[in-house]
């Protein structure tokens, strides 16, 4: 893999340090610092004439920022001649925004996919898309990762019994039955209203959970109000335990502590987004690593591999 170089931005170094361990490759040096006016300055310290790059760079919080710094790489590669530019994004911001909901709002998701693709980049590798439809609003391949195989080897090898997959909303309803499916559990929807953005009651649950161990399926917890609420409709319903699994851990505002004071015996977690501290501190937020599962995706994008094999 002599033509391939990995860059990271600050967004989560402990990830992109594990993926270039996975794939016995050492980051590139690049220099990201701030002018006094908080405008970011990229600098590409090697030679990356010919090379094919994967700049590695969630665009967690702070979104914005973190997001311009992945921008400014990007360009500041094609402008030394790199041959081919990934962007490998595991948490892709603004996901949420994919379509309009009132009269006079952006597609925030459309925008930001226009910004990556017109700066330069050729690919784009992610995991867990908020809405899979969001893959058509860029003009190049993207890669669409799912955790699922990191989730389900956690949960095979902790949990037992009769099991029941939750689904928090009718949105996850494809994914918690594919879930249910490979897990051969039953299957359960929390019917959800929600009358402002981080703002949702759960309403009741359509399926049997009682005597059962519970297992909520999302892509992201970012208050956690969806989770919390759901997690007690289902305890209230007889459920024996309930846990939560969720990609993305955003956990903004008072999350750590709504999961604390939940029902929620367990909340499993990938690296997609670095954990604040108190999130690291907490008892019940386990944090599992996707990245041989993105250094495969790496490795097999470089060689022309087929992905295939990793959505199984």
Same mark, same amino acid.
């Given at each position: ?38 405008? +970011?300055?990229?600098? @590409? ?8 790059? $994967? ?20 360009? =500041? ?29 952006? +597609? ?7 910004? +990556?693709?017109?700066? %330069? ?12 439809? @969001?893959? %058509? $609003? ?23 019994? /009769? ?8 949105? %996850? ?37 009682? /005597? ?11 208050? =956690? ?33 709504? @999961? ?53």
């Amino acid at each position: 893999m002599n033509t391939m170089s990995l860059f990271s931005g600050n967004s989560n170094p402990v990830l992109a340090t594990r993926i270039a361990e996975y794939l016995s490759k050492p980051l590139g040096s690049a220099k990201l610092t701030r002018f006094s006016d908080g405008e +970011i300055q990229v600098e @590409i310290q090697e030679n990356v004439r010919r090379q094919e790059v $994967f700049v590695i760079q969630s665009t967690c919080y702070p979104v914005n920022d973190n997001l311009i710094e992945l921008l400014l790489m990007i360009d =500041a590669l094609k402008r030394s001649s790199a041959s081919y530019i990934t962007a490998v994004v595991p948490y892709f911001g603004y996901a949420r925004q994919d379509k309009k909901v009132l009269p006079r709002v952006p +597609i925030s998701a459309k925008l930001v996919a226009d910004l +990556i693709t017109n700066t %330069g980049v050729n690919r784009l590798i992610t995991l867990d898309l908020h809405a899979g439809q @969001i893959q %058509g $609003f860029f003009n190049i391949p993207v890669d669409n990762l799912y955790a699922a195989p990191v989730m389900l080897d956690y949960i095979k090898s902790n949990f037992s019994g /009769d099991l029941a997959v939750v689904s928090p909303d009718a949105g %996850g309803v494809e994914r918690a039955r594919a879930f249910a499916k490979r897990l051969n559990a039953t299957l359960a929807i929390v019917d959800k209203r929600r009358s402002s953005p981080n703002q949702a009651k759960a309403m009741a649950i359509i399926g049997d959970v009682e /005597d059962k161990v519970v297992i909520i399926f999302d892509d992201m917890v970012d208050t =956690a109000g969806t989770i919390t609420e759901a997690a007690g409709i289902i305890k209230a319903k007889g459920a024996k335990s309930v846990h939560a699994c969720c990609t993305h851990a955003v956990l903004s505002g008072p999350a750590v502590e709504r @999961i604390e004071n939940s029902s929620l015996e367990t909340l499993v977690v990938t690296d997609t987004i670095p954990l604040k501290e108190n999130a690291i501190q907490s008892k019940k937020i386990k944090q599992l690593s996707i990245s041989k599962l993105v250094g495969e995706a790496i490795i097999r994008s470089y060689r022309g591999d087929s992905v295939h094999c990793l959505f199984v």
